[in-house]
């Protein structure tokens, strides 16, 4: 348990450490100066700090809440298209042992593997939408020859259909992020205050003042840079959606299916992270 505190990997502390020592050091003059010249340096009022305080970490929650939820989305996108293809291995069971059932599953692992370069915003020669598509063209031939049924060609296709409607779900959130001036009027705040929060505490506190601003300071950048993070649930940060394992578990779920034993080691968090 005591171990998380010194927990580096999957923190937000690597991207707000100099802005919170910086909120340190000033607080450190601040009292100093304080001590040294009060009436250049004078103390204010805490009573204010207090109530701004309180309306900044509530518009914060509301920021983490918004940006939380385009992450949870994203990832139940994520988690129908894995349900989705394993659906299409079940559904294909009528093909078992043959190679056309291999032909209609594997380009569904392409389309794992190309939607997670996709959204990271890597785009090769093929895309998502190609490797779908040559399943939904295997599906109709093998329709047309006598190998599937009506209905079972409509049911796999509506499983193709369930998956290009997550990917395009996700393409939505990659697009349209949280309104830039909502996210810059709370980071401008959030700094002001915690510049200006040691004039507050340089009387009451003394010089604990600091430690206190510094803990201020790491609640409100962490929340902000945390939110920053959550916002974008496709990238390659820490606490994004691990897109490369979720691939791998569709990977292992079609070609275990078919019998395939070369396959990919299950993914495990490193350091509390998964990728």
């Known amino acids: ?20 020592l910086a909120i340190v050091a000033i607080s450190v003059a601040v009292v100093g100066f304080h001590r040294s010249v009060p009436g250049i340096v004078p103390s204010l009022d805490p009573s204010p700090f207090a109530l701004i305080g309180i309306a900044l970490s509530i518009f914060l929650s509301f920021r983490n809440g918004a940006c939380y939820d385009r992450w949870w989305e994203a990832r ?24 056309e059932r291999r032909r209609l599953l594997l380009p569904v692992v392409d389309f794992a593997r ?15 939408d190609d ?32 998956m290009s409607q997550a990917l395009l779900g996700c393409e ?3 697009s349209t992020p949280v309104p830039f001036a909502y996210t810059l009027l709370l980071h401008r705040t959030a700094y002001i205050y915690c510049t200006i929060l040691p004039f507050g505490f340089a009387d009451t506190l003394g010089w604990v003042a600091p430690l206190a601003a510094g803990l201020v300071a790491y609640a409100f950048f962490g929340l ?30 079609l070609r ?7 396959l990919p080691p299950v993914p495990t968090p490193v350091g509390f992270v998964l990728r």
Not at 131 to 146: D, F, I, N, P, Y
Not at 256 to 262: C, F, K, S, T, V
């Open 172 to 174: 939505r959130l990659a």
């Open 224 to 253: 902000d840079a945390l939110a920053e993070e959550l916002e974008e649930p496709f990238s390659d940060k820490l606490n994004a959606l691990p897109l490369t394992a979720y691939a791998t578990s569709v990977e292992i779920a």
């Open 256 to 262: 275990g299916g078919l019998g395939d034993r070369d």
């Open 76 to 99: 139940k996108l994520w988690g129908l298209m894995i349900q989705t293809s394993r659906d299409l291995l079940r559904q294909t069971v009528t093909l078992e042992g043959s190679e």
């Open 114 to 128: 190309l939607s997670a370069a996709q959204l990271r915003g890597s785009q090769g020669p093929r895309s998502a």
């Open 1 to 20: 348990m005591f171990g998380l505190f010194f927990v580096l990997k999957g923190s937000i502390i690597q991207r707000i450490w100099i802005q919170v």
């Open 131 to 162: 490797a779908l598509a040559e399943t939904g063209r295997t599906v109709s031939e093998l329709e047309r020859k006598g190998r599937l049924t009506t209905v079972e060609a409509l049911v796999l296709h509506e499983s193709l259909n369930r």
